[in-house]
């Protein structure tokens, strides 16, 4: 038998009734294992992300299919065959972790690779290009995703007015509201990176790198009507189908494949190539195929596994590097921030973000802190020291210097970016007339009672892109407006 103890360990006579006086008495203060109860259950919650707080995740394993040492001295990439244990977890961005899964939004793409250096996570999207370019504008956009303030209810109109007010945000924009803005589940959909990261080879060299995640399910996609009908069975649609398609034994892959750009090839794009809301064409950068992800294992404990996992930008490896990208900049920051109040001081030594090669570092104390300290040697609890054992730096895994210069200034990044040219690339040349029409009807349907003052100024920015685009939302938006008068 598996005896119930105490949180200290002493067996347990009664679970089912309380200690009362008398048959029909009032509780008794010493009914510790009551109180204890009920305290443990008032802290069972803990924030959600402050964005993408519902999401669903896996285990798995990256295998190398491709050499690309020339490019990048990681480990993990080292040779062809080479295995990685790794964390997945999927996301939509604005709703609550009780939101439906089928709701149109942008994805979230997390992969944390364990690697015997450190553990590297990807935390990018399922898109290739974000909706704002400067962090300064990440807290004013995310409000706009959120609640309003005195309605409690999420809003059109400050989404078309914050939207139409930043053109850099018309190319995630058209990837939101086309077919790709509502996939089926996490397995048909793709992954990215999307910011420029780099990488360095063992001879120093560095180049600017895109990651991609190119699934081999296939993509497959709701429309507005499906998602709502799906919604109306379920609200739980993504986690039923990654659990149980892992359960299966159906396992679920991704090649990663990177677009590689010569370091000094920066100062020649058109575009700035450290740009969020721009794509590298793949005329002009190819993608070059990495290795496999395959999700193979479901987690045993949802909260500590996946809620408790802490995904972050800042963690990379010797071989990665970051970039000038001023978005990646801030983030780097913020998720080790967010992670010390969503999780506490030492998120980093809970089991699922515990790197599985040694750790050493000088951090003391702090709240909860179960493994003392790690530096090596106990008489070690400053650096430099002298004490025998006690963890040093190592310079063999210094990063190549990156020549950087410029004024300081608050440069207006809405000067001289061509915000039109990739998203008129994508509705002209990538979508079908099919994929068109769905893009029209489904900003139609997100415009609904917005003011027309911020329609119209939207609609300025969608002809720029191409005048077909806007006149295709004009016809959709009056074909909605007829089918609801015939409606009512
Ligand atoms: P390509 O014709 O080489 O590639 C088009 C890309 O668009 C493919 O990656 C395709 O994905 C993807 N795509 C297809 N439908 C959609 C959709 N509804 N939403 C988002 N992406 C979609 O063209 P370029 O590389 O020259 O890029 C042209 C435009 O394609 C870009 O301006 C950008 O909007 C979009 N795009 C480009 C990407 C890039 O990294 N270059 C990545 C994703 C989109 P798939 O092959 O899986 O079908
Ligand atoms: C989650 C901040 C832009 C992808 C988060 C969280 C914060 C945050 C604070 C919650 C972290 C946590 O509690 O664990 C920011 C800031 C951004 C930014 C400040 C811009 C400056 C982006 C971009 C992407 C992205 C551009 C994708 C390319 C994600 C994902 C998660 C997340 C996938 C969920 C991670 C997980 O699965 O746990 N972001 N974000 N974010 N963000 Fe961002």
Redesign the pocket.
């Known amino acids: 038998m598996t005896r119930l103890t105490t949180t200290a360990g002493a067996p347990i006579a009664d679970n089912q009734n309380s200690l009362t006086a008398g048959e029909r008495g009032p509780v008794l203060l010493e009914d510790y294992q009551l109180l204890e109860k009920l305290a443990h259950q008032n802290r069972e919650r803990i924030p959600e ?4 707080a519902k ?1 669903w ?1 896996a285990f798995g394993t990256f295998t190398v299919t491709n050499d690309i040492t020339q490019y990048s001295s990681a480990k993990i990439f080292s040779q062809v065959g080479k295995q990685t244990e790794l964390l997945a ?3 939509t ?1 604005a709703g609550e972790a009780g939101a439906a899964d089928h709701e149109r939004d942008v994805r ?3 992969v944390k690779f364990y690697t015997e250096e450190g553990n590297w996570d990807v ?3 399922n898109t290739p290009v ?1 909706f ?1 370019r400067d ?1 300064y504008k ?2 004013d956009f995310i409000h706009t995703q959120k609640r309003h303030p005195r309605t409690n209810l999420r809003s059109a109109t400050a989404m078309w007015d914050f939207w139409s007010l930043s053109p850099e945000a018309l190319h995630q924009v058209t990837i939101l509201m086309s077919d790709r803005g509502l996939p089926v589940s996490p397995m048909h959909m793709d992954g ?4 420029t990261y780099s990488f360095y080879n063992a001879a120093g060299e560095r180049f600017w790198v895109k990651f991609h995640f190119k699934n081999h399910q296939g993509h497959k996609h709701f429309t507005n009507a499906e998602g709502a009908e799906v919604i109306g069975r379920t609200r739980e649609g993504y986690q039923e189908a990654l659990f149980g398609t892992i359960e299966s034994g159906d396992f679920p892959k991704w090649t990663l494949c990177v677009q590689v750009m010569p370091e000094m090839d920066a100062e020649k794009t058109p575009y700035n190539p450290f740009d ?1 809301t721009k794509v590298w064409p793949h005329s002009d950068y190819p993608l070059i195929e990495v290795g496999v992800m395959e999700l193979n294992r479901n987690a045993d404990n949802y909260f500590a596994q996946i809620e408790q ?4 930008p800042s963690n990379k490896i010797p071989g990665i590097g970051f970039s000038p990208d001023k ?1 990646l900049q ?2 780097i920051f ?2 080790a ?3 010390r109040y ?1 999780l506490g001081t030492h998120y980093e030594a809970l089991p699922v973000n515990a790197p599985k090669c040694p750790v050493h570092h000088y951090h003391k104390d702090g709240n909860m802190n179960f493994f003392g300290q790690k530096t090596g040697a106990v008489d070690a609890y400053y650096e430099p020291n002298s004490v025998a054992g006690a963890a040093k730096e190592d310079p063999t895994v210094a990063e190549p210097p990156l020549r950087i210069s410029g004024d300081a200034a608050r440069y207006n990044h809405r000067i001289g970016n061509d915000d039109y040219s990739q998203p008129r690339a994508l509705h002209d040349k990538v979508l079908s007339a099919e994929g068109r029409a769905r893009l029209y009807s489904n900003i139609a349907e997100a415009m609904q009672g917005v003011p027309e003052e911020i329609v119209n100024r939207a609609l300025g920015h969608f002809d720029q892109i191409s005048k077909a685009y806007g006149d295709g939302i004009r016809a959709a938006r009056a074909a909605l407006a007829g089918a609801q008068q015939a409606a009512e």
């Open positions: 992300r402050v964005v993408h999401g995740g977890r999927f996301s961005v979230g793409f997390s935390v990018g999207n974000f704002v962090a990440f807290p990215f990176g999307s910011h969020l996992a802490a995904f972050s978005m801030a983030r913020s998720y921030d967010a992670h969503r």
